[in-house]
């Protein structure tokens, strides 16, 4: 089915349904043209506290639909494919969380949305890349232990006074971006204005202009005059500024960088989704309690 009577047949059946349909920024181009609200972890999380629709359809990865759920217990979650799995929320487990907790009993646990349903519900508060370093600053405790990606723990470390006990995840992306392709891009584009996401190792860090979530840097061009921009995120950031801004130049820094995990949603499996209501969502109400804990915290301090 050609992509626009793909769209046509989406939205007619949101209607229809009463449903929503959240899109990560990290998702293919296309599916934005279904999107009724498109952004980063925490405006999506924080969408999906908004919304009065009656099906919510999470094109994104799992840990986000299981937020959305967790949020909304009473509305049905739906995910378009079973493949989109983020592979740093798989890096940390509850049995190896909680041996660490063990180990520092004073410690606050801060777990990044990048988390699933059962980590969070161990968590003290989430936070996003957006409000790292705030969620972090606004806890009483001096010891922070923090889940699961080590290189934005070492961003927040930069940007607190307290201990940061960083679990040893990444995520596979943002890891690929290096010092050494960062500097060549610059050598090539010497007005270029740089923007890292803190999930980049600390050495591209030390090399950006300005240190940003997706959603910042988004709201960062929009206000700049400059007109040149060296991208150290996901290619669907890149994507994303391009569409918005075709007066500017955006490239991103390499080599680049795919999530191959968001990219796994297509329209003809938002359509499925929508059409069969399939691949629904769901956590058990003993981990959503503590976990809505978690993610209402957040809310609460961002």
């Not at 936070?127 to 705030?134: F, G, L, P």
């Not at 003993?286 to 915290?297: F, G, P, Q, S, T």
Request: hydrophobic residues 45%.
């Amino acid at each position: 089915m050609e992509e626009k009577n793909l769209i046509e047949r989406i939205r007619k059946l949101k209607k229809e349904k009463n449903a929503v349909i959240l899109a990560h920024i990290y998702q293919r181009p296309e599916i934005y043209k279904v999107a009724d609200f498109i952004g980063d972890s925490y405006g999506l999380s924080k969408k999906a506290t908004e919304t009065n629709a009656d099906i919510i359809v999470f094109c994104g990865v799992d840990f986000m639909a299981e937020s959305a759920y967790i949020l909304n217990p009473e509305k049905t979650v739906l995910i378009p494919t079973k493949l989109a799995k983020c592979p740093m929320a798989a890096m940390v487990a509850v049995a190896g969380l909680r041996k660490l907790k063990a180990k520092h009993p004073n410690a606050a646990v801060v777990s990044y949305v990048n988390t699933t349903a059962d980590v969070k519900a161990e968590s003290d508060i989430c936070c996003t890349s957006a409000n790292a370093v705030k969620v972090v600053n606004s806890l009483e405790e001096d010891d922070i232990i923090f889940v699961p990606d080590s290189n934005l723990a070492n961003y927040v470390m930069r940007n607190t006074d307290k201990k940061i006990i960083p679990w040893d995840g990444w995520c596979y992306v943002h890891r690929k971006f290096s010092p050494k392709g960062l500097i060549r891009a610059k050598a090539l584009h010497v007005n270029a204005k740089v923007l890292v996401h803190p999930e980049c190792i600390p050495e591209v860090v030390d090399l950006a202009d300005e240190v940003f979530s997706t959603t910042g840097m988004v709201n960062y061009v929009k206000k700049s005059n400059d007109k040149t921009f060296i991208i150290a995120t996901e290619i669907g950031v890149v994507e994303r500024l391009r569409l918005m801004f075709p007066e500017k130049m955006f490239l991103q820094a390499p080599p680049e960088g795919t999530c191959l995990e968001m990219k796994q949603t297509t329209l003809p499996l938002v359509l499925d989704a929508l059409e069969k209501e399939q691949f629904k969502v769901t956590v058990p109400e003993d981990i959503r309690v503590r976990a809505e804990k978690a993610l209402d915290r957040m809310l609460n301090v961002a």
